[in-house]
């Protein structure tokens, strides 16, 4: 069972990419002390109801660590609660962090607690602050910087976004990241609408670049996980999907806004009371009848998709997080994301059977 919590909606940064950059100044409600212990005692019952042993908890935001004792109380309720109940339920920890904030106490709690670092970091210096901003307007990555070793020594996974306005030195930059240590990245389009047919060009020769350095390291079997390219191929060797492979949505994952609302993914995350796609609340529970909303996109395949090899390795067809937030609906495909998807998955192909014939 997965547990999303948003502790703030507030965020130090001010990112050109954010999709909630339009609406900053009214972002500033908290999570309270008593949404936070009910979505915990929530996400527990749930996890022993699906017969499950683990509970993965993740802080989330706005930026967590403006509320870093809130992510201390939620460990110490997890604790108290993981002692009380009668099955075991292994309880595991990750935060999504802009990585502005850390000081050398909260890398301590964070090794300690052994919560997992999803690091927001678009490369090297020029690359990171060319998107990456402080609320005074002034780049990120001079606060980032002086950690980097602490990221790589913890794991960190690296969560970078491309646009089209940065896409040009994407390979060069995953590059770097291995250059620093780091030996988890992933990397996730801004689909905003605006990409165009010369775009598209220029990505597929970053991503083609990428592929190449991917599969690189495999031959020389280190062990680097560069999410876009690896996922992909897993989703073809290990013949599966994409919902199944990863996502959660109304499954095993329960994603909660600062006033308890529970929603289907991390995306659809909002206070607003007529918030589409709220699900219910911590404290009395999922809506059955919007649920089953979600099971049924879940168990149907779209049919503006019928026929398409690619749908389920295709986040178009199989993300409702992608869907809502480019065509405002779950049932919604973006042109733009389609024409993405059959790209990456071409280059993805190319780059398992280099490997196969090697």
Known sequence: MNLVLSLTESCNLRC???????THGLRSKIMSDEVLEASIKYAFQRTLQANQNDLHITFFGGEPLLRFEAVRQAVSIAKSLSDKVDKK???GYSINTNGTLLTDEIFDFL???DIKILLSLDGSRERHDSCRHLANGQGSFSAIE???PKFVAMDATVLSVVTHDNLFGLADSVKWF???GFKRVVTAVDFDGKWTEADFDSLKLEYQEMARFWVERKKAKESFYLGTIEDKVKLVTEKTRYRQYSCSACASGIYVATDGAIFPCSRFISSKPDAPYRMGNVFAGMDELKMQEMRTYLQTDKAECEGCALRYRCVAH???CISFYTTGSIEGVSPE???HERMLCEIC?????TLIGQ
């Open 16 to 22: 050109r990419y954010c999709y909630y950059r339009e």
């Open 349 to 353: 192909d190319e780059a398992a059977n």
């Open 89 to 91: 339920v292994r309880v």
């Open 318 to 320: 199989e993300c409702s």
């Open 111 to 113: 090794k300690k607690e």
């Open 337 to 339: 994301v389609c024409t």
């Open 178 to 180: 291995h250059e620093q």
């Open 146 to 148: 002086p950690n980097l």
